[in-house]
């Protein structure tokens, strides 16, 4: 596979990823579903994901009441958006033919 083609892959992945990732957002957060999370190709081998919190400012109170009850085992893991970020990239990496390993990394 050249790397033009893989590239293609790549970015058709990605767009894909982006669209599911869209079906797992709250409905009831409105703005923030519909048109605040957005993808730019910044170069030919970077892609930004990213909510635009002018359209949707609320984005950051997300992790304060997730989407769904967490089971007794969850609770207190993630919170929401390391959750959504952790799935988009093991979409994108299942995709592409490959396996993602996520860590859960505390931040410090």
Same mark, same amino acid.
């Given at each position: 596979?050249?790397?033009?083609?893989?590239?293609?892959?790549?970015?058709? #992945?990605?767009?894909?990823?982006?669209?599911?990732?869209?079906?797992?957002? +709250? *409905?009831?957060? =409105? @703005?923030?579903?519909?048109?605040?999370?957005?993808?730019?190709?910044?170069?030919?081998?970077?892609?930004?994901?990213?909510?635009?919190?002018?359209?949707?400012?609320? #984005?950051?109170?997300?992790?304060?009441?997730?989407?769904?009850?967490?089971? +007794? *085992?969850?609770? =207190? @893991?993630?919170?929401?958006?390391?959750?959504?970020?952790?799935?988009?990239?093991?979409?994108?990496?299942?995709?592409?033919?490959?396996?993602?390993?996520?860590?859960?990394?505390?931040?410090?």
């Amino acid at each position: 596979m050249t790397t033009k083609s893989y590239l293609r892959r790549f970015d058709l #992945a990605i767009k894909r990823a982006l669209s599911i990732a869209r079906l797992i957002i +709250p *409905k009831k957060t =409105g @703005n923030l579903r519909d048109v605040s999370l957005k993808m730019e190709k910044e170069s030919e081998y970077v892609w930004k994901i990213y909510i635009n919190t002018s359209v949707a400012p609320y #984005a950051k109170f997300v992790n304060e009441t997730p989407p769904y009850p967490r089971s +007794p *085992k969850e609770a =207190g @893991n993630k919170q929401f958006w390391q959750r959504f970020v952790d799935g988009l990239i093991k979409q994108i990496a299942a995709q592409m033919g490959g396996v993602a390993n996520v860590a859960n990394k505390e931040q410090k």
